[in-house]
């Protein structure tokens, strides 16, 4: 099994820009979620998934959409980037609520916006 | 918002003694989650007390929880230069919400 994958590795953009991030888990985990990382922040979470077409806000949702069509996939869109969204993000998931079992989480995506 | 918070914020050892690491949190949990995450890679679970449990080993770790105090440590036995990393604390802050992560401890162990 590969885990959890996020593409891609690295980005820039420029400020105003769109894209997607992509999260992808082949364990047939039920929930996902996706937290950005900055110094002397933490990890602070996105949005979150508990199933298929269930998606709900987290901590700092503002700036991003997320959608859940399969299990597998949970892609993060940041519709125009600001130099504020400048972090690396992680994708997580896990086969039940995850207050209950451990999250697996992707090697991150680190995002510069100029 | 942090719902838990590591202390020290860094901390720096000679391999083979022992790292500890304190979690303090602010309302009532379910279970707490120790990760660790090594430079440039994602967060990897290390182990999970459930809030009726005290203390919890798993190798060279041992863990406690203290629900009365709001707090959480985790030991690090005989440590190794392959133990540099960062350590989090998660919990969750009630009930069926997601994991919040606190910001960390930064472990440095010197060969």
């Known amino acids: 099994n590969a885990g959890v994958t996020q593409t891609p590795k690295f980005q820039v953009l420029k400020t105003g820009q769109s894209m997607t991030l992509q999260c992808a888990q082949d364990?047939?985990?039920?929930?996902m979620s996706w937290y950005r990382q900055d110094p002397g922040m933490g990890l602070r979470l996105i949005h979150y998934?508990?199933?298929?077409?269930?998606?709900d806000q987290g901590e700092v949702p503002n700036g991003y959409n997320v959608s859940r069509s399969t299990t597998e996939d949970f892609p993060l869109r940041l519709l125009s980037a600001a130099p504020s969204q400048t972090s690396v993000y992680f994708c997580?998931?896990?086969?039940?609520?995850?207050?209950?079992?451990?999250?697996?989480f992707g090697n991150g995506t680190r995002l510069t916006v100029t | 918002s942090q719902q838990g918070e590591e202390d020290p914020q860094a901390l720096s050892i000679q391999e083979g003694e022992n790292a500890t690491m304190n979690c303090s949190y602010k309302?009532?949990?379910?279970?707490l989650q120790w990760y660790r995450q090594n430079s440039g890679r994602g967060l990897v679970h290390l182990i999970l007390?459930?809030?009726?449990?005290r203390e919890k080993h798993s190798g060279r770790l041992r863990v406690t929880l203290d629900t009365s105090k709001k707090s959480s440590s985790l030991l690090i036995t005989a440590s190794r230069a392959a133990d540099t990393a960062s350590y989090f604390c998660?919990?969750?802050?009630?009930?069926?919400?997601?994991?919040?992560f606190g910001k960390g401890t930064r472990l440095s162990v010197i060969a």
């Open positions: 364990m047939n985990h039920e929930y």
């Open positions: 998934s508990v199933g298929a077409g269930i998606t």
């Open positions: 998660a919990t969750d802050a009630k009930g069926n919400t997601p994991l919040v």
């Open positions: 309302t009532s949990i379910n279970n």
């Open positions: 997580a998931s896990t086969s039940a609520g995850s207050n209950n079992s451990p999250l697996h």
């Open positions: 007390i459930r809030s009726n449990e």
